[in-house]
């Protein structure tokens, strides 16, 4: 069975630092694409960023809104995806949820994990 | 900066058949997007439906169907069902990066 758990997820002021982590299980995460996605309260899904798996590059890509303060990184031994995040903002509330990427598409979702970005 | 549209409500009888639509605020949507679809109720993560335009994920029941229509992704529901009342996302994946439309909220009526 395909498991992905986020943690990681709290409140923190404008301007500090978090991050989340995404523990998977039932798959090969070392050959998966892995992603990103937040929903900020009452609002709709937004893609944040994605890795692709190390034998294509390991590269990322990142939406507008987080680039240059978010970075995704992953850990194939640990079959663990990170996304650390800086200079949050109030704007980056949010449920985060790390997905699998298969076919140009997010198959498996996490149950998510709450960021809340307060003074 | 392009913008993946969706109608952001719909109504729908039990037991009818409703088609969403996915397009872009500038040019169409072209099958090399490789529009996908996704469904959330509140309070849950989102669940795939269709992938690749027209390729219902794993479980997913047939009533559920992608396709293309013109210049846009579509997405049927035939048979609506009461726990079809949900919010309904297209995504687009534009290579480099990847869109998700505003989302449809789906009543079944």
């Known amino acids: 069975e395909v498991q992905l758990v986020e943690s990681g997820g709290g409140l923190v002021k404008p301007g500090g630092s978090l991050r989340l982590s995404c523990e998977v299980s039932?798959?090969?995460?070392?050959?998966?694409?892995m992603n990103w996605v937040r929903q900020a309260p009452g609002k709709g899904l937004e893609w944040v960023g994605l890795i692709k798996r190390k034998t294509d590059g390991g590269t990322t890509d990142y939406a507008a809104p987080v680039k240059g303060r978010f970075t995704i990184s992953r850990d194939d031994s640990k079959n663990t995806l990170y996304l650390q995040m800086n200079s949050l903002k109030t704007e980056d509330t949010a449920v985060y949820y790390c997905?699998?990427?298969?076919?140009?598409?997010?198959?498996?979702w996490g149950q998510g994990t709450l960021v809340t970005v307060s003074s | 900066q392009t913008v993946v549209t969706q109608e952001p409500s719909f109504s729908v009888s039990p037991g009818g058949t409703v088609t969403l639509t996915c397009g872009l605020s500038s040019g169409s949507v072209s099958t090399r997007y490789y529009p996908s679809w996704y469904q959330q109720t509140p309070g849950q993560a989102p669940r795939t439906l269709i992938y690749n335009i027209n390729i219902r994920s794993s479980g997913v029941p047939d009533r559920f169907s992608g396709s293309m229509l013109g210049n846009k992704a579509a997405l049927t529901i035939t048979g609506a069902q009461a726990d079809d009342e949900s919010d309904y996302y297209c995504?687009?994946?534009?290579?480099?990066?990847?869109?998700f439309g505003g989302g449809t909220k789906l009543t079944v009526l």
């Open positions: 039932g798959f090969s995460f070392s050959n998966a694409w």
């Open positions: 995504v687009l994946y534009m290579g480099s990066g990847i869109l």
């Open positions: 997905t699998t990427f298969d076919s140009a598409a997010f198959q498996y």
